[in-house]
């Protein structure tokens, strides 16, 4: 059944919009994803300004996964990584004890290019918050995909529907990339306690209701879902184990708050490694926000 509905909020980043998802005030995280941002479609003409770019900046305590429907950006880190990412391929990078990363539109800027994707963060379990940072890129081929009946899928990270991504993940959890034509059906198992679906573009039915672009449906355990098309459709289904509450401020997760404190004064204080390749200029601290009570869940 479905327990929330959850409408993106529009975002301007400075040259181009998202649409965030979460966290949502009545709703933090699903399994162990924390954040979800819909990018785009932006439309980038040749001579896109340099301001419109991510300049290097800093998480602990995750790991982000990008996952682009059109478009490409090129990422770069403080573990030595450049790689572009185009549409059907994953950028996975962990965060960890810390890292810090750019992500620039440089073949927009050079050729024009339409950027449609999703962002979102993954918290660590208990026991991994610490872990080395990391990064790997997997092309389309690393993949699996399946389809049947107007259905066309891809098992973007962890596991679900009888397969396995090659994407090494820190908890139980899964990410997949549905097609439906109009009138494709298919359904969501109910293989994790916590599950959600967003829809990207098009509409689909689920219990009788119509969702379209720009709404997650967040669903109860137990229950295989039902989704039927009734355009041609984008959706994005995820879940997994939760990892337990999570502090989030500006880019930082942790189940302890004086983790992120300690973060935010490395940060501050330069002690944080830039990437090789894209040190010059970078995002400064915001100002503290008030702090919240209570880690979300």
Not at 126 to 138: I, K, Q, V
Not at 220 to 233: R, Y
């Given at each position: 059944m479905i327990e929330l509905v959850i409408n993106q909020r529009r975002k301007n980043l400075g040259g181009f919009e998202v649409g965030r998802v979460l966290p949502d005030a009545r709703r933090r995280m699903v399994g162990p994803f924390v954040f979800f941002d819909h990018m785009g479609p932006a439309d980038f003409a040749p001579g896109l300004p340099r301001s419109v770019d991510v300049r290097p900046h800093p998480h602990i305590g995750l790991s982000t996964v990008t996952y682009l429907f059109s478009g490409e950006i090129m990422h770069r880190d403080s573990v030595g990584s450049e790689q572009p990412i185009r549409a059907g391929e994953v950028n996975w990078m962990t965060a960890g004890r810390g890292i810090t990363h750019s992500e620039r539109f440089e073949k927009?800027?050079?050729?024009?290019?339409?950027?449609?994707?999703?962002?979102?963060?993954?918290?660590?379990?208990?026991?991994?918050?610490?872990?080395?940072?990391?990064?790997?890129?997997?092309?389309?081929?690393?993949?699996?995909?399946?389809?049947?009946?107007?259905?066309?899928?891809?098992?973007?990270?962890?596991?679900a529907f009888g397969a396995r991504a090659r994407v090494r993940t820190y908890s139980p959890m899964f990410y997949t990339?549905?097609?439906?034509?109009?009138?494709?059906?298919?359904?969501?198992?109910?293989?994790?306690?916590?599950?959600?679906?967003?829809?990207?573009?098009?509409?689909?039915?689920?219990?009788?209701?119509?969702?379209?672009?720009?709404?997650?449906?967040?669903?109860?355990?137990?229950?295989?879902?039902?989704?039927?098309?009734?355009?041609?459709?984008?959706?994005?289904?995820?879940?997994?184990?939760?990892?337990?509450?999570?502090?989030?401020?500006?880019?930082?997760?942790?189940?302890?708050?004086?983790?992120?404190?300690?973060?935010?004064?490395?940060?501050r204080a330069g002690r944080m490694r830039l990437p090789d390749a894209d040190h010059d200029d970078w995002i400064s601290l915001p100002p503290d926000p008030t702090p919240p009570a209570n880690p979300m869940s």
């Open positions: 927009g800027r050079l050729e024009g290019d339409v950027l449609h994707g999703i962002q979102t963060w993954v918290a660590l379990p208990d026991g991994e918050e610490e872990t080395a940072p990391a990064f790997s890129h997997h092309e389309q081929d690393d993949l699996p995909v399946y389809g049947e009946g107007g259905l066309s899928a891809r098992l973007v990270v962890g596991a990339h549905w097609v439906l034509q109009a009138g494709a059906v298919a359904g969501l198992p109910a293989e994790y306690p916590e599950r959600a679906a967003y829809v990207a573009t098009g509409e689909v039915e689920i219990e009788g209701q119509a969702f379209g672009a720009g709404r997650m449906l967040v669903f109860g355990p137990g229950d295989t879902i039902a989704f039927k098309a009734l355009q041609p459709s984008t959706v994005m289904l995820l879940g997994g184990e939760p990892v337990g509450p999570r502090y989030l401020e500006w880019n930082f997760v942790s189940s302890s708050r004086e983790r992120i404190e300690q973060a935010k004064a490395d940060w």
